[in-house]
């Protein structure tokens, strides 16, 4: 395995052996603002230069959070993490922004090849319309506060049967069939959940009035709108949102109400109550595709090696170097994520796999995103490597969907192949809801951001009542109805990092549909695409990749039509 070694690309500007403190820093910076630019050439150079100093602080940041991630107990990593966060980042900002000034004030940024920096241009230019200095503590503030949600959510755990489980491992038992089984599993976990309401109520009104305040100081009304232009959304608006959300109201949950139908009738049960959406409506056990995390990492490559033996590489490689932690434990943060790792040009894979079929989803997911990762890693600035959610969630949502014809790495059993197909299919159609609701409860929040709790509570009901309220009886369980998006990470840690989602969800749909029609053809327009990283604009991707960028009524209706007759040649 020694040719697989990750070795970071040797530094031309800065020291290898670079201390990330502000003494050995500033220098660089200073050198940066100093610099004498008078050709082309000179300037290229300069944005190489900035590039390669980005890139080391961020691979040291990403370290930083990696390990903080994985032992949220342990008070040295979070301070490692405050440091960054507090010392270095507050420091960076306004320098950068001047360095933003600099490259958009030089004569010669106008002779670059407008092709190859237009996105880079745009993206400098709502940088510096963005920027004020009295914002830079804020987001410090922000950058540290919103951390305590992995640290609340870290620490969360129950019993069950006299032996403790966190709460991804306690989610395996809502798949039980003995529904007293599930039933216990899902209060345990929900009245674990809602111990913390207040506490996390508390550090989410912290976060909305930080927001807020960024907002108002960078002249605008509210977080939202804001958010819009620091995302760079320059390619769809909130009303486009809106209309998204029309579209899966109309398009998606009437084919899902006919699913919880089917789901009612196959359990003989009068009602469906939150804990009997998971229990596979065959009556077998769940699925289990690996048996530990060692077993889920080998499987994942032999099932991307099935797709390419490029592809199958890059997860030997992180193996190799020790680029993964999967298994759930208590003190670890929750949920899953794929890491860039600026200088090395590898990505870490986190996620808290308890040995069911969602973390089968999830590693190819992030698998994903890793690939993505890989195949920019050669892109001449850290800059190109950095691209819109749309784009990146494609890259991954779509391997969850192109890796289907290599799980039979997973599932020996052609039946059970035959329902993790399905419960994907599935999944795919229950994802666009979800979108939609956390996406639409985020327009309310941040645009009446004087909110109390209660009204908070009663405008995440309003959001998810029309997409069905995951079509189960909630009302002898209001108050759990009522803090269900405390569970969504994305709210405290990303804002507004959700509709991407629901735009990729589409956009994967229509990778798969290429890739099922000419599979040669279809991965290889889906590598081309994610070869530009943002280098193009997103449009201009999709298109690369053979697919729309669009999610109006009609294309939703099409790409549902498309997953419904999929489905119904594996019944």
């Known amino acids: 395995m020694n040719n697989l070694k990750i070795s970071k690309k040797p530094r031309i500007y800065i020291p290898e052996n670079l201390n990330i403190d502000w003494i050995s820093l500033e220098p660089i910076f200073n050198d940066l603002l100093s610099r004498n630019i008078s050709s082309v050439s000179d300037l290229e150079k300069w944005l190489l230069d900035r590039s390669e100093i980005e890139a080391a602080l961020e691979e040291d940041f990403a370290w930083r959070y990696i390990r903080m991630t994985c032992d949220t107990t342990d008070e040295t990593l979070l301070k490692d993490f405050q440091f960054f966060a507090t010392e270095i980042e507050p420091k960076i900002a306004p320098i950068n922004n001047q360095l933003n000034k600099k490259f958009v004030d030089s004569p010669y940024s106008e002779n670059l090849d407008k092709e190859r920096y237009f996105v880079y241009t745009r993206g400098i230019k709502k940088a510096l319309e963005l920027f004020q200095e009295k914002n830079i503590p804020l987001m410090t ?13 870290g620490s969360m755990s129950v019993k069950l049967n006299d032996k403790e489980y966190t709460l991804e491992q306690a989610a395996v038992f809502l798949k039980d069939t003995d529904r007293k ?11 674990r959940r809602l111990q913390d309401k207040d506490k996390l109520d508390e550090l989410f009104n912290s976060l909305l009035k930080l927001r807020h305040q960024v907002a108002l100081n960078a002249g605008f009304e509210n977080f939202r709108d804001y958010m819009f232009q620091a995302l760079g959304r320059f390619d769809y608006t909130p009303t486009d949102c809106y209309k998204f959300h029309d579209a899966v109201e109309k398009e998606i949950v009437p084919l899902l109400k006919q699913q919880a139908e089917s789901r009612r009738t196959a359990l003989g049960l009068l009602e469906l109550m939150p804990w009997d959406m ?3 409506i065959s009556g077998k056990p769940a699925l289990k595709p690996f048996n530990n ?14 797709l390419s033996p490029y592809i199958g590489q890059r997860l030997e490689i992180m193996k190799a170097n020790n680029f993964f932690d999967v298994d759930s434990r208590k003190g670890k943060a929750p949920g899953g994520y794929n890491y860039p790792l600026a200088e090395s040009g590898a990505p870490f894979i986190f996620m808290n796999s308890a040995g069911t079929f969602r973390d089968l989803t999830t590693m ?11 195949i920019t890693s050669d892109l001449e600035l850290n800059d190109f490597k950095h691209t819109p959610s749309e784009v990146a969630e494609l890259a991954s949502m779509s391997m969850e969907l192109i890796s289907m014809d290599h799980w039979d790495v997973y599932f020996d059993n052609p039946e059970e192949l035959k329902r993790a197909k399905k419960d994907q299919l599935k999944d795919v159609l229950k994802t666009l809801p979800w979108v939609a609701v956390v996406d639409q409860f985020q327009h309310w929040i941040y645009t009446n951001p004087d909110h109390t709790n209660e009204q908070r509570a009663q ?5 998810i009542e029309p997409f069905g309220n995951n079509f189960a009886d ?45 599979p040669e053809t279809g991965l290889s327009k889906y590598l081309d695409a994610l070869k530009l990283g943002y280098t193009k604009t997103i449009k201009e991707i999709y298109e690369t990749a053979g697919i729309e960028f669009n999610f109006s009524a009609a294309y939703v209706k099409e790409l549902a039509d498309f997953i419904k007759s999929e489905l119904q040649k594996l019944d």
């Open 278 to 280: 998971e229990v596979d």
């Open 474 to 518: 909630w009302s002898e369980h209001e108050y759990a109805l009522e803090n269900l998006w405390q569970k969504q990470l994305h709210i405290f840690e990303v804002p507004f990092y959700y509709i991407e989602y629901g735009i990729a969800q589409l956009g994967a749909i229509a990778v798969w549909k290429n890739y099922k029609n000419d």
């Open 141 to 153: 503030q922000i950058q540290v506060e919103q951390q305590k949600y992995q640290g609340i959510t």
């Open 459 to 463: 405008a995440w009901k309003n959001s």
């Open 364 to 374: 190819v997911h992030e698998g994903g995103h890793a690939i993505h990762t890989f």
């Open 293 to 306: 995390g060692e077993e889920l990492i080998e499987k994942s490559i032999k099932c991307f090696q099935g």
């Open 181 to 191: 089984v599930r039933q216990q599993a899902w209060e345990a976990i929900t009245e």
